[in-house]
Every structure is written in structure tokens, then in C-alpha cells.
């Protein structure tokens, strides 16, 4: 089976040194090391991408969102991806009221014919099903809210099967002046 990852970030707000840690640990699961090909930023945040992306080298195809707090570009706020055998609608999720639930986001993907939803905004990861529709959040690099760390995901597709989704917790080192580090991290 021919199976493909996806990089999923959300909500740096500036905090680089964390997107440079997780591009740099993304560079090494790229081919021919392993099987992410390309990569979703789902919003607040898109100035901090290109200056993290040259200064790690990790280049690869991004599709990209604006988030409530990316004001001065004119990147669309959702968009549709086609990827393996899925479809996933892709936003920032503050036009869907997520206070309320998730049923905007449900009702966007039945729209789009879309069987994956990504979104950020509340900077807590999440990974849910939802009437068929898998919701996926990667959380948040720069600012976490929820119990973890600051956090994102990657998505990993096999044709015909359901997208299997891994999370991973950005670290601060134990020795002050290190590197920030990258752990699995089980929702």
C-alpha cells in the first residue's frame, strides 16, 4: 500500500524558534527517510513560515490557510485538499463558531464533500469522528491552551483506509540554552 504523510501546524503567533524545532525534526521524515510529502498551516502564523523554512531547509508543498490574527495577507481562509483517496477541508475555524460546537465545521466538509476537517484556532489538539467526518486539530506551536504543551500532528494517509493521526508535544530542554524537543504525544 502506498501510504503518505502530512505535516499539520496551527497557530505559531511568532514563536519561530518552536516552528524552526519542528521543521527541522519534519526535514528527517521527508523522502527518502520516510514518507511526509507535504505539509498544511492552518493559520495564525503565516509570516513566521518562510523565515523558518530557509533557515532549516525544509521545503516541500504547503497548503496554507489564514487564521484571525493573519491580517496583512491575502491567503484564502479555507481551501480544499485532495490527498491519497481523502478530501479535506482545511480552515482556521474562527468563522465557525466552535464554542458552539462543531456542527459549522461538519456542515463545511458535507459542502465540500469532504471526509477530513483540519482546523487550529483553539489551539487544543484534537482528533475526533464525527459522523463520518474525522475532525483533526493539531493543536497550537506557539501558544498551547489545553493540558499539553504546544503541539502539532501529522497525518498519515493509506488509500483506502482512514487517515491515522499521531500528535506530537513541543519541549522546552531540561538544560537551559538546548534544543527544544520533539515526543509523541498520546489525546
Known amino acids: 500500500m502506498d501510504t503518505k504523510k ?5 497557530d505559531t503567533h511568532g514563536r519561530v524558534s518552536a516552528l524552526k524545532a519542528v521543521l527541522n525534526w519534519a526535514k528527517e ?10 505539509a498544511v498551516f492552518l493559520g495564525d502564523g503565516i509570516s513566521d513560515l518562510r523565515p523558518a523554512a530557509m533557515e532549516t531547509g525544509f521545503f ?3 497548503k496554507i490557510v489564514s487564521g484571525n490574527n ?5 491567503t484564502p481562509e479555507a481551501a480544499v485538499l485532495e490527498f491519497c483517496d481523502d478530501r479535506f477541508y482545511l480552515c482556521h475555524g474562527h468563522r465557525h463558531l466552535l464554542h458552539n460546537g462543531n456542527h459549522s465545521l461538519i456542515g463545511a466538509a458535507r459542502n465540500t464533500q469532504a471526509n477530513v ?10 482528533c475526533k469522528n464525527v459522523n463520518g467526518i474525522l475532525l483533526i486539530n493539531p493543536g497550537s506551536v506557539g501558544a498551547s491552551r ?10 498519515e494517509c493509506t488509500a483506502g483506509k482512514q487517515p491515522k493521526v499521531e ?13 527544544l524537543l520533539i515526543e509523541s504525544l498520546k489525546i
Open 29 to 38: 521524515k521527508t523522502p527518502p527517510n520516510d514518507t511526509i510529502c507535504g
Open 146 to 155: 489545553g493540558r499539553t504543551g504546544e503541539s502539532f500532528a501529522v497525518v
Open 60 to 62: 516541500c508543498d504547503w
Open 117 to 126: 476537517v483540519m482546523f487550529g484556532h483553539t489551539h487544543v489538539p484534537l
Open 167 to 179: 500528535f506530537y508535544e513541543i519541549k522546552e530542554p531540561a538544560v537551559r540554552g538546548g534544543s
Open 6 to 10: 502530512i505535516l499539520v501546524l496551527s
Open 70 to 74: 493573519d491580517y496583512e495577507y491575502s
